[in-house]
């Protein structure tokens, strides 16, 4: 891009839908990306399997928040392709020492093994990314982000795309003009905070 995208420009980016992405680790450029379709799970949606709720019970992990956000950050582009680059990471560490940006961990026997990390703006978490060393770990992380976003009135759960993995939880699509009347309401008002 022939301009340079700092942290507030992104956020302003945020504000108004749109998102960065790389076409891969190596990528020298960055995109904007704004779907035509957008991935939500609503927060009232969540859909708790009787498996989950179960392991989830057993416990013998501990779910923490901002303990090690490049960590999370390093562990999702950690896969054979990505569109987290060098500028992306950046990026998003610059944001998480501004506030805006945070991670949910998943821990167990003192490593890190599953979690998930995105931007807060106004009443919105707009999920970037999620990664799992353990089975079900994306998925208890999942759960226990839309309890903390309920939790602290929260209103949009913004994943960008909807996954099959997603849809099984819950999520859903919608049409652009629809997400952008969702996003206004979560941008109004006092901001909803994550930690």
């Known amino acids: 891009m022939s301009f340079e995208i700092t942290p ?5 980016a945020y504000a108004m839908g749109v998102f960065p992405m ?4 190596e990528a020298a450029e960055l995109h904007w990306v704004e779907p035509r379709m957008r ?3 609503p927060l009232d949606g969540f859909h708790l399997s009787r498996s989950l709720a179960k392991e989830m019970r ?3 992990f501990e779910i923490v928040a ?3 956000f490049a ?3 390093a562990g999702c582009a950690d896969r054979p392709e990505t569109w987290i680059n060098g500028q992306i990471r950046d990026l998003y560490l610059a944001l998480h020492a501004r506030g805006h940006a945070h991670s949910l961990e998943l821990w167990e026997d003192g490593a890190l093994r599953g979690g998930t990390y995105g931007v807060t703006l106004g009443r919105a978490f707009f999920g970037e990314s999620m990664f799992s060393r353990r089975r079900s770990a994306s998925k208890i992380v999942l759960a226990h982000l839309v309890a903390r976003l309920k939790a602290r009135g929260f209103v949009l759960l913004d994943t960008q795309f909807l996954t099959p993995h997603l849809a099984t939880l ?3 699509e919608i049409p652009r003009a629809a997400y952008q009347a969702r996003l206004a309401k979560a941008l109004q008002g006092p901001p909803a905070r994550f930690d």
């Open 8 to 12: 507030e420009l992104l956020l302003r």
């Open 22 to 25: 790389a076409d891969s680790a």
């Open 39 to 41: 991935g939500i799970l």
């Open 58 to 60: 057993r416990g013998g």
């Open 66 to 68: 901002n303990r090690d």
């Open 71 to 73: 960590g999370v950050l």
């Open 170 to 172: 819950g999520g859903i």
